[in-house]
T-cell receptor, first 114, second 109 residues
Framework: DAGITQSPRYKITETGRQVTLMCHQT?????MFWYRQDLGHGLRLIYY???????DKGEVPDGYVVSRSKTENFPLTLESATRSQTSVYFC?????????????FGDGTRLSIL | QKEVEQNSGPLSVPEGAIASLNCTYS??????FFWYRQYSGKSPELIMS????GDKEDGRFTAQLNKASQYVSLLIRDSQPSDSATYLC?????????FGQGTRLTINP
């Protein structure tokens, strides 16, 4: 039972570079989510997706791009990384109606931008 | 006003005692409530779901929901050092969950 996997687990890059964080789930859950977690801010929703080809902005979408061509994958791209995007990023998924179902989280990607 | 509020702690409880974690929410139509545990450097892990008023017990954990007061709590009986973690309260919103900032719990041996 692989569940939800994120890659890479750790990434160091430089400002201005493009970086993509991958998220893959094996449950066939409809909903997928990207969060960032920083000290003092808790979990903040970046983007979410209700199904393939349907995405919507969360609380902090600026500087991020998502796509969902397949149900099982939900990559997050930082088009031009900035130091303020240094954070821990979590992907999550839930089945059916997203808000009434619990979300299940991946192990996270720790991203450092120098 | 924050939609989901938790005391950030730290909350310090002696081993074997009951730890009580509290959460209030602002949206009266919320129907689903969840507690997650997050160890340092790890991802949030679902430990309890509650949908109806009253208590729900699962092992040493009890979730309590009072929709009239817009209040949900988590009790941990016989607290163990392994319960030391940050506990996140989550409440359903439009298509997504709204998370509180979490309460850091420390169990002292």
């Amino acid at each position: 039972d692989a569940g939800i996997t994120q890659s890479p687990r750790y990434k160091i890059t430089e400002t201005g570079r493009q970086v993509t964080l991958m998220c893959h789930q094996t449950w066939s859950h409809s909903y997928m989510f990207w969060y960032r977690q920083d000290l003092g801010h808790g979990l903040r929703l970046i983007y979410y997706s209700a199904a393939a080809d349907i995405t919507d902005k969360g609380e902090v979408p600026d500087g991020y791009v998502v796509s969902r061509s397949k149900t099982e994958n939900f990559p997050l791209t930082l088009e031009s990384a900035t130091r303020s995007q240094t954070s821990v990023y979590f992907c999550a998924s839930s089945e059916l109606e997203g808000s009434n179902q619990p979300q299940h989280f991946g192990d996270g990607t720790r991203l450092s931008i120098l | 006003q924050k939609e989901v509020e938790q005391n950030s702690g730290p909350l310090s409880v002696p081993e074997g005692a009951i730890a009580s974690l509290n959460c209030t929410y602002s949206d009266r139509v919320s129907q689903s409530f969840f507690w997650y545990r997050q160890y340092s450097g790890k991802s949030p892990e679902l430990i309890m779901s509650i949908y109806s008023n009253g208590d729900k017990e699962d092992g040493r954990f009890t979730a309590q929901l009072n929709k009239a007061s817009q209040y949900v709590s988590l009790l941990i009986r016989d607290s163990q050092p392994s319960d030391s973690a940050t506990y996140l309260c989550a409440v359903n919103g439009a298509q997504k969950l709204v998370f509180g900032q979490g309460t850091r719990l420390t169990i002292n041996p």
